[in-house]
């Protein structure tokens, strides 16, 4: 028995769809019950395939979705969780609000651990797993997405702890850090209405110069964004399904990707600096 979260769009709603056509008891869990990503899983999946209500911010939300599993589980254990819903709020730092930070850590790190904290009861009984989708984002530093990033930092860094912490009990965690692929929170309308939102934040003097400078990085994004999103899905299938699976795993979408990121992940901070700084942004800023 399999639980995932954050099912309404993205990997979430790939991979919920690909364990219900191998034959896994899942519980997918969506913001949006009755939306239009629901209303889909319900179409394609068979009657194995639970759908709930769950708010990842709300601690009685929780509380609600593990007594719903619980009663359903029947003879079955809870294999594993795999943590994915996420969010991205705010743009610029210099005009970021702390709420925004707030937005991205509550859905994106205390989400993963609020969930973790109160499945982990079910996952020491059947010496399960723990899956935690968090990003490339949190392993390596790029502008504009500070409130991304930390959240993202903070989820790999509670990854890392707990697996040390649950293995004496049994309890495997895996980490899954995808580079960037079209989800939901990468697609055009998202992108657009998190850039036009932000613009409203700004001071009316340095709007014009700051929103040709936030379309040319929201379109950067849109158009490098990967469509191979099954690369994601079948990593996470490995992390659930294998005997013994990786700690971490990294999707990207070829092999030179891979070793471009993996160049600039090793590098001394300051070598990344000057790649943001003098390579990076002035590519973006010029061809977009």
Request: proline share 4%.
């Amino acid at each position: 028995m399999l639980r995932a979260k954050g099912c309404d769009s993205g990997f979430g709603h790939e991979f919920a769809t690909r364990l219900d056509s191998r034959g896994f008891h899942v519980f997918a869990t969506c913001l949006f019950p009755s939306g239009p990503g629901a209303l889909e899983l319900k179409k394609r999946c068979s009657s194995k395939l639970h759908i709930l209500h769950m708010d990842v911010t709300q601690d009685e939300s929780e509380k609600k979705g593990y007594e719903y599993v619980k009663e359903n589980l029947g003879s079955c254990e809870m294999w594993a969780i795999v943590n994915n819903a996420g969010t991205n709020k705010g743009l610029s730092f210099e005009y970021c609000t702390l709420r925004d930070y707030e937005d991205c850590m509550n859905v994106n790190f205390l989400g993963m651990v609020r969930v973790t904290k109160t499945f982990l009861p079910l996952l020491k009984q059947a010496k399960g797993r723990i899956v935690n989708i968090t990003s490339l984002g949190g392993e390596v530093p790029f502008p504009y997405l500070s409130c991304y990033a930390s959240s993202k930092y903070a989820a790999v860094g509670f990854t890392d702890c707990i697996r040390q912490e649950l293995d004496v009990l049994g309890v495997s965690v895996v980490s899954i850090e995808p580079e960037l692929f079209k989800t939901g929170l990468t697609s055009k309308e998202y992108l657009k209405t998190m850039k036009d939102s932000f613009i409203k934040q700004v001071d009316k003097s340095l709007k014009q110069g700051h929103a040709a400078s936030l379309e040319k990085f929201t379109n950067f994004l849109i158009l490098i964004a990967s469509p191979k999103v099954s690369i994601v899905t079948d990593d996470l299938e490995a992390a659930v399904t294998l005997v013994h699976p990786s700690y971490t795993y990294k999707p990207r979408r070829n092999i030179f990707i891979f070793l471009l990121v993996f160049i600039y992940e090793i590098m001394p901070r300051r070598c990344q600096l000057l790649i943001g700084t003098k390579v990076i942004l002035p590519f973006i800023f010029f061809y977009f």
